[in-house]
T-cell receptor, first 113, second 113 residues
């Protein structure tokens, strides 16, 4: 068990709605990354937060936004949900500079109908 | 731009047989390479990583991988498969300058009794 917790575990939303996903990082970790994993595919990098600032972003539209709080927990917000946003959303926490040693939560399964 | 190709979306081996999962990468800079495992309904767990130094890397659960620069490969092996190895395996590459992970599409390992 990694100590990274995500909530909720499952979520069903209607197209056009907004959603907020939450992630508590592992103790001692100051960096949080978010990934989208569509069914049958590898994760796609959404963005990374380090010390409450966005520190890199993948090829996702601005309706995907995030926050990192002083305790290093994080939120992923998605506005104007589309059917294609249905996926497993993974949060990973790490120490800045600890290359690739990211610890993943179990993910939030989002279904958009 | 970096990319990862995993050959074979499904690999089936008998219990006790050699496991070989293939990963080829493309990178304009010396890459950092990783293998992660994902069990059903769980997050991703780091198996092993290559950053610098010895090209043969040993990981958890008896897995190892060899970085071959000339072949741009980082194949994952295990001498003897166990039923508990059944999972999906992801190869990833990271640009050392930004820590972002670029993922392959994954290979589902099936173990036959």
């Amino acid at each position: 068990e990694t100590g990274v917790t995500q909530s909720p575990t499952h979520l069903i939303k209607t197209r056009g709605q907004q959603v907020t996903l939450r992630c508590s990082s592992q103790s001692g970790h100051n960096t949080v990354s978010w990934y989208q994993q569509a069914l049958g595919q590898g994760p796609q990098f959404i963005f990374q937060y380090y010390r409450e600032e966005e520190n890199g972003r993948g090829n996702f539209p601005p309706r995907f936004s995030g926050l990192q709080f002083p305790n290093y927990s994080s939120e992923l917000n998605v506005n104007a949900l589309e059917l294609d946003d249905s996926a497993l959303y993974l949060c990973a926490s790490s120490r800045q500079g600890a290359i690739g040693e990211a610890f993943f939560g179990q993910g939030t399964r989002l279904t958009v109908v | 731009a970096q990319s990862v190709t995993q050959l074979g979306s499904h690999v089936s081996v008998s219990e006790g047989a050699l496991v070989l999962l293939r990963c080829n990468y493309s990178s304009s800079v010396p890459p950092y390479l990783f293998w992660y495992v994902q069990y059903p309904n769980q997050g991703l767990q780091l198996l092993l990583k290559y950053t610098t130094g010895a090209t043969l890397v040993k990981g958890i659960n008896g897995f190892e991988a060899e970085f071959k620069k000339s072949e741009t490969s980082f194949h994952l092996t295990k001498p003897s498969a166990h039923m508990s190895d059944a999972a999906e395996y992801f190869c990833a590459v990271s640009d050392p300058s930004n820590y972002q992970l670029i993922w392959g599409a994954g290979t589902k390992l099936i173990i036959k009794p």
